[in-house]
């Protein structure tokens, strides 16, 4: 405020000392006087004009640019309390299932995924050292995920239900009706041998049989999305949608019993 009225008064001291040295000039003198600097000062004005506009210019250019930043900041911070947030969900979905489940479970985090196309493996942090084997079970909170075929001391490797390699013997949970869930190295399943007239339709839920060891009975699979007949015409065969999104899995419960 007092920096605006200093400039005020020297605008008005220069303007005052101006008509002074004009009105002790002879009037016959004054008008070619002014004719002549009228040029010069409109000149100047103009000058003033854009130098004040670059300078205003220059000054939003930079407000904007920390603006951008600020804003870039603050986005950042609201996906990592996203982030948190969801993350949070999972686990106490998962602390939720291991209170009221009837399995004993190890819980594990994905640290790796398998990068070919012919199989869909994960790696967890979770190893022999605590207490992981072989051929064990994985599960999350809203269902089968695959099982472990190799561990080391401080990891493992699980092969999910979607891999080609590994087989689930399942059922329809309505109609009890039996078939053999394969992976597709895809979004969905494929559940085999059905006979013509099995009763299964979509949206039934599928679960393991429990008929071998490798799974308890009752884990959820996923449910039908679609249903169709073999080549042969004899037999048909269902599309599963998983009950785990595999593609973006992060945490796994292991069954050790």
Known sequence: MFKFKKKNLVY?????????????INPVLRIPLINTLKYPLIFLTLVKREIGGIIFYHRNLVQNENLKKEIDFLKQKLNAANENHL????????????????????????????????????IIDKGSDSGVKRYMP??????????????????SKIMLINDPNLSVSALVERSRQEGLISGALGAALIMKYLPKEADIKNDDAIITSGLTEAYPKGLLIGR??????????????????????????????????
């Open 12 to 24: 008005f001291a220069v303007v005052f000392s101006f008509s002074l040295i004009l009105s002790s």
């Open 87 to 122: 993350e949070n969900v999972r686990l106490k979905n998962s602390l939720n299932f291991k209170q009221k489940s009837s399995f004993k479970v190890i819980a594990a985090r994905v640290i790796a995924r398998s990068l070919d196309s012919w199989s869909s493996v994960v």
């Open 138 to 155: 994985v599960i999350s909170y809203l269902g089968l995920v695959g099982r472990v075929i190799d561990t080391t001391s401080t990891t």
């Open 224 to 257: 039908v999305i679609d249903i169709r007949s073999e080549l042969s015409g004899l037999m048909r065969y269902a599309v599963i949608k998983p009950a785990v999104n595999l593609s973006s899995i992060e945490e796994v419960l292991i069954i050790v019993q």
